[in-house]
């Protein structure tokens, strides 16, 4: 599956910016500071979209819900 593969749901920002397809979620992680792409959180994220990237069969789905969850991890952070 390529890294434009589309997310079967957007994932909305805050500020209204989306993440629609792999590449724009792995763009958005690569823009974190190196300390937080480090946390556990984002490394599951990060780990989730390479699997959807070279495998597919279902992984975008799980990727996804890796993104969520990191940037409700850090939403909690702050």
Same mark, same amino acid.
């Given at each position: ?19 629609? /397809? &792999?590449?724009? *979620? #792995? ?8 300390? +937080?792409?480090? @946390? ?7 780990? /989730? &979209?390479?699997? *959807? #990237? ?8 799980? +990727?996804?819900? @890796? ?12």
């Amino acid at each position: 599956m390529p890294w434009s593969a589309a997310f079967d749901d957007p994932i909305s920002l805050a500020g209204g910016r989306k993440l629609r /397809t &792999l590449q724009e *979620a #792995a763009d958005h992680i690569m823009q974190l500071p190196e300390d +937080a792409q480090r @946390a556990s959180h984002w490394q599951t994220a990060i780990e /989730t &979209l390479i699997n *959807a #990237a070279e495998t597919g069969c279902g992984w975008t789905m799980f +990727a996804r819900i @890796a993104m969520l969850r990191a940037l409700n991890a850090d939403a909690r952070r702050k």
